[in-house]
């Protein structure tokens, strides 16, 4: 829902390294966005084009690996991924959990020339 | 050429909301992220605190809405410093704005600053601002399955506020299955349940808030 403030992030913190490394071209940026993030990846390339427009970032593709979401059961201590609304812990049945994937959010790497 | 990066998508705003958290600890103000869907209640929450415990607090508010000052002119009709922010159609509150009401607020006069977010269940969880506490509320009529319906919101508030409950002869919310269910997934969090229209449950939100507002002040004094 917030998808253009989170694109102008991905777009700066991509034009940041490149500079970094005296790059003329990103080509691709390697995103890293968990499926509990809630980003709308096509949101997201639809604002990328549009502010990227005038950048050496222009042009370049969008990678987006979605880690699924992973719990950690307290009790028992069983990993699982959660079915549906149903995430009480498949093992022990307690609702006790923590989430230990799903929720990245950042900018895995960047392919320049 | 790949070259890493791994730079979160929110340091930014992670950064500025660091920022402000120093500035608001310099002043020795306790500050509280207030979240909800809209209509469960947070100007309502906001309007009783500080009818509540202006005679014992200095409070100023931070009105984040997407569009209006309705809600900024019902807090300013209760004489206390409050700085509208609108959001001209953005989901959630980010540090920067924080940054700029904090600026236009009388910090040497405060001692607790409710910040309301737009009401929202999904985005605002994921933008610190600066706060030192998350409070949300979620009313009866949204039901109990809120919890696992947004995760990370139950996840991240220190207390829950159950409100309107007044309204639970009147509706089927199951609030042992609520309980179990942020607990489950935060067992730090404080549940109380509350109205903000009888009062009911209340002293428990001020007496937290005074508590609160009274440690913030001991490691202030002890760090000047």
């Known amino acids: ?113 | 050429m790949e070259v890493k990066v791994l730079q979160d998508i929110l340091s930014a705003n992670d950064g500025i909301a660091r920022r402000n958290q120093n500035l608001l600890d310099k002043h020795g103000i306790l500050t509280i992220n207030i979240m909800s869907s809209p209509g469960a209640g947070k100007t309502s929450l906001i309007l009783q605190t500080i009818s509540r415990l202006k005679q014992k607090a200095r409070i100023g508010v931070i009105e984040g809405d997407v569009a209006s000052t309705v809600d900024a002119d019902k807090v300013h009709k209760q004489g206390v410093a409050v700085v509208q922010i609108n959001t001209a159609g953005g989901c959630h509150l980010e540090a920067n704005m924080i940054e700029n009401a904090l600026n236009n607020l009388p910090l040497g006069d405060i001692d607790l600053l409710l910040i309301e977010n737009v009401g929202n269940l999904i985005c605002p969880a994921e933008f610190a601002l600066g706060e030192h506490k998350r409070a949300m509320l979620l009313s009866l009529p949204e039901g109990d399955d809120k919890p696992y319906k947004y995760p990370l919101m139950f996840t991240e508030a220190d207390v829950v506020l159950i409100n309107k409950i007044d309204l639970l002869p009147y509706l089927e919310f199951n609030i042992p299955a609520f309980h179990k269910a942020v607990i489950g997934l935060n067992p730090t969090a404080k549940i109380l349940q509350v109205s903000c229209k009888t009062g009911e449950g209340l002293e428990d939100w001020f007496s937290w808030l005074l508590d609160e507002i009274k440690q913030t002040k001991s490691r202030y004094s002890q760090e000047n």
């Open chain 1, 1 to 113: 829902m917030h998808e253009l403030s989170i694109t102008q992030n991905i777009l700066s913190i991509a034009l940041e390294k490149a500079n970094e490394v005296q790059a003329s071209k990103v080509t691709k940026i390697n995103l890293i966005i968990g499926e509990l993030s809630g980003i709308v990846n096509e949101c997201v390339e639809f604002y990328f084009d549009l502010i990227s427009k005038d950048t050496i970032a222009a042009q370049a593709s969008l990678s987006f690996h979605q880690p699924p979401i992973q719990l950690r059961c307290r009790s028992c201590a069983a990993v699982f991924s959660p079915n549906n609304l149903d995430w009480a812990c498949p093992n022990c049945h307690e609702a006790k959990i923590e989430i230990i994937s799903g929720r990245e959010c950042y900018v895995d790497s960047i392919e320049v020339d």
